[in-house]
């Protein structure tokens, strides 16, 4: 992966493997990553701003698609 997302990647690639496609809130991303909700909110922030994701519905999100691949694809590399 490139680009701003790189920068995010390794919590790009946790909330993909934990939400599997599904729409997630803020809460639940700063649980996953140990945060408080505030600083959950602000990384959710920073990955609409570069398109990682988008607010399916008021308080909930989504992966886009391309980092839901990348990182099936990074998970089946170290697999096998």
Known sequence: ??????????????????????????????????????QARRILAQWESIGALTEVERGRFILENAIIEAAARAQKATEG
Do not use: V
Not at 11 to 36: N, P
């Open 1 to 38: 992966i490139d680009g701003p997302a790189a920068n995010h990647w390794e919590r790009l690639r946790l909330m993909a493997g934990r939400q599997s496609g599904t729409s997630f809130s803020t809460k639940d991303a700063g649980e996953t990553f140990g945060l408080s909700d505030r």
